[in-house]
């Protein structure tokens, strides 16, 4: 029978992969990411499916995610906001950052950033299990704004753009006026996204899908 | 050895809420010290349970040969503050601060052994605390991890991670 002493010795204790996932799926985002250079059995489990929906599931805050575009230089500028914020119209606690895209992502974006002013939203869409990519611009006239919004989703992991009925509340691109600290948030963008699916954080899927998207 | 255990079964005494309950069970570690334990603490541990009704409660002497002397009067004091209700933020706080990095990974192997849920997720989340905000180099020090890829596959993911390794949004981590 062994001591105590020396099972402790034995036991360089090597986690079963079950439990590492048990581990990882509370961590950020960013350090899993980082993570799947540790070896091949782990980059698999963060890329897979089942880990990302658990990763999901644990997520404990809701936020909406916002990208915008901006030009000279091309880039967008990501935004994201806690859920309760854009409902209540507090504007707090948002961040901003530039989004990595890869070259074809660019062009993937460029097509749809010819149109004028365009906004983004990222969503987790319940019913289909599945990342949608909201756009939202004007088609024609700069002034007849309330008409002219148009919206378009795009599912992860299909290649095209559907384009939904006309977007009924009228948005405000020109300026960010959660970024600004005046007006009203375009919080309408957000409903129509809230009232197709509940929106949840962006997570881990959107950032490897968005790699192979395109 | 002997001293630890006594001074268990006094603390183990003095919670106990029904004295009159069905005989006590004996957990046996794997380096054979036997801790005697009253059955609504058994019944926190899935896998001792399980083992008791497959049995019809006749055997009450239960071999946990996975789990050492050292860490299983922790789960057993974990288990005695679940089912007392006083797992607090405070108790848990205390409960890991006198854990070292290999203990804590020897609990949550006792307590996915042992099928103990609460404890399973409480060491998961402690685990996870501890390697937040650390570099990819020490989480593989910390799990012992060998890294098997080649150079070149290495080289090629890290060049597709490229931007996860940058400091431009050091304000991620409530990002989950």
Redesign the interface.
């Known amino acids: 029978?062994?001591?105590?002493e020396?099972?402790?010795n034995d036991?360089?204790?090597?986690?079963p992969m079950d439990?590492?996932g048990?581990?990882?799926c509370?961590?950020?985002?960013?350090?899993l990411?980082?993570?799947?250079?540790?070896?091949?059995s782990?980059?698999c489990l963060i890329s897979g499916h089942n880990f990302t929906r658990k990763?999901l599931s644990?997520?404990?805050?809701l936020?909406l995610h916002y990208a915008k575009y901006k030009s000279e230089p091309h880039e967008l500028i990501h935004n994201?906001y806690p859920l309760d914020s854009v409902l209540i119209n507090i504007p707090t606690k948002f961040?901003e950052?530039?989004i990595?895209f890869d070259m074809r992502q660019y062009c993937w974006f460029l097509e749809i950033v010819t149109k004028v002013f365009p906004a983004f939203g990222f969503g987790y869409d319940r019913l289909s299990d599945n990342y949608k990519v909201v756009v939202l611009y004007y088609s024609e006239s700069y002034f007849k704004l309330f008409d002219r919004t148009k919206v378009k989703v795009h599912t992860l992991g299909t290649n095209y753009w559907r384009t939904t009925e006309t977007f009924p509340f009228g948005a405000v691109f020109d300026h960010d006026p959660i970024l600004n600290g005046v007006g009203k948030v375009p919080s309408s963008f957000f409903l129509l996204i809230l009232r197709r699916s509940l929106i949840k954080?962006?997570?881990l899927l959107i950032m490897q899908r968005s790699?192979t998207v395109g | 050895m002997a001293e630890e255990v006594s001074s268990q079964m006094n603390s183990l005494s003095i919670s106990e809420t029904n004295p009159s309950s069905s005989a006590t069970i004996s957990l046996v570690s794997g380096d054979d010290i036997v801790f005697k334990v009253e059955p609504t603490i058994a019944k926190e541990m899935e896998t001792v349970q399980s083992f008791i009704d497959e049995t019809d409660g006749k055997i009450t002497t239960i071999p946990l040969p996975n789990i050492s002397s050292h860490d299983l009067p922790y789960v057993i004091e974990y288990c005695e503050k679940s089912i007392a209700g006083k797992i607090t933020k405070e108790f848990e706080a205390e409960f890991v601060k006198k854990l070292n990095n290999e203990e804590v990974k020897e609990l949550f192997l006792a307590a996915n052994y042992l099928n103990i849920k609460k404890l399973l997720d409480f060491l998961s989340q402690v685990i996870a605390d501890r390697i937040a905000n650390k570099s990819v180099e020490y989480v593989r020090r910390y799990f012992g991890i060998e890294n098997d890829f080649t150079p070149e596959e290495e080289a090629k993911l890290r060049e597709e991670l490229a931007w996860t390794f940058t400091g431009v949004d050091p304000d991620d981590e409530d990002e989950n």
């Open positions: 029978m062994a001591t105590a020396e099972m402790k036991s360089v204790p090597s986690l439990l590492v048990e581990i990882l509370r961590l950020s985002v960013k350090l990411l980082q993570l799947r250079c540790m070896c091949k782990w980059n990763h644990l997520s404990s805050s936020r994201s961040k950052r530039r990595h954080s962006f997570s790699v």
